[in-house]
């Protein structure tokens, strides 16, 4: 039996399940900064852009952090349209990994307002699915509690998914995995 992140984390927390369609929009280039988008000092010439601001560059393998995804509509309208708990994801990819971003299954009319809005979302340093049992087809056992087992530690970057194409996917963002903390 297949264990996804979204049996883990639920249909709430502003869309951020970090495992199904692979509908990436972003490739992978590190960017230099905590932030991906378009350059602050610069307008955007697109009617709706996003960005990405991660409140750090390193994050414990098996934990997670809430990062931000900052919206620009310039439609001029709001936008409202039908989804399940959020638009966008931010997951960890690296050279030898590569998620699989899943999406709720419900029907919400979700609105995306005029001018500037934010939205959070859950970056985990942790694999997207696993199975309940032992390892098969490449995928990790799951934890005790069916928790999704830790990436590795290492250089990976925080990737931007959305559920449909809303916007051009901002700039990767370098984020270091580090051991896992210790607890005693």
């Known amino acids: 039996m297949l264990a996804l992140a979204a049996a883990v984390a639920g249909c709430s927390g502003g ?3 970090p495992s199904g369609h692979p509908r990436s929009a972003g490739t992978p280039p590190p960017a230099s900064r905590g932030t991906a988008g378009p350059a602050a000092s610069r307008p955007s010439s697109r009617p709706l852009s996003v960005r990405v601001v991660l409140p750090a560059r390193t994050l414990p393998a ?3 952090m809430t990062a931000r995804v900052v919206v620009r509509n310039l439609t001029g309208h709001a936008l409202h349209l039908i989804g399940c708990a959020g638009f966008f994801q931010v997951a960890l990819a690296s050279r030898t990994y590569h998620p699989v971003v899943a999406w709720p299954a419900c029907a919400q009319r979700l609105t995306i307002p005029a001018g500037r809005s934010s939205y959070r979302v859950r970056v985990w340093a942790t694999y997207g699915e ?8 490449g995928m990790l056992s799951c ?7 830790p990436l590795p530690p290492g ?3 925080a990737q931007f998914f959305q559920d449909r194409p809303l916007a ?3 700039a990767a963002i370098a984020v270091r995995v580090t051991a896992p ?3 005693r």
């Open 130 to 137: 696993c199975t309940q049992g032992p390892p098969q087809d």
């Open 62 to 64: 098996g934990s997670h």
């Open 168 to 170: 051009a996917a901002p």
């Open 181 to 183: 903390r210790r607890t």
């Open 15 to 17: 869309g951020s399940l």
């Open 143 to 149: 934890l005790p509690g069916g928790r999704m087992p």
């Open 155 to 157: 250089a990976y970057h």
